[in-house]
Nanobody, 118 residues
Framework: QVQLVESGGGLVQAGGSLRLSCVAS????????MGWYRRPPGKEAELVAH??????????DSVKDRFTISRDSATRLLRTVYLLMNSLKPDDTAMYYC?????????WGQGTQVTVSS
């Protein structure tokens, strides 16, 4: 099994920055990609960013000029991913979830809350 633990969320003023981290543990062999989703209050979850084992990335249009996803490059295996969020807006307020793709299975973390005050 794979476990994902997110950290780095919190309360920040508009215009500020946060860096989220996600660490995978357990049987991480076979993880081919990891990503970040967010679920704003009262809305459905949406993809924010995604990174493959090779390092190729996908960023949602709504955040592509402000958010960056990266991975720990010290190891070939996907274990740790980061989401750097700059110029945060109140609309970025959401629960942010880390995900990992392993075969046909998508594993979700417990989430970390990001709240942006105006």
């Amino acid at each position: 099994q794979v476990q994902l633990v997110e950290s780095g969320g919190g309360l920040v003023q508009a215009g500020g920055s946060l860096r989220l981290s996600c660490v995978a543990s357990g049987n991480i062999y076979g993880i081919t990609s990891m990503g970040w989703y967010r679920r704003p209050p009262g809305k459905e979850a949406e993809l924010v960013a995604h990174i493959s084992m090779s390092g190729s990335t996908t960023i949602a249009d709504s955040v592509k000029d402000r958010f960056t996803i990266s991975r720990d490059s010290a190891t070939r295996l996907l274990r740790t991913v980061y989401l750097l969020m700059n110029s945060l807006k109140p609309d970025d307020t959401a629960m942010y979830y880390c995900t990992a793709n392993r075969g046909s299975v998508v594993i979700w973390g417990q989430g970390t809350q990001v709240t942006v005050s105006s």
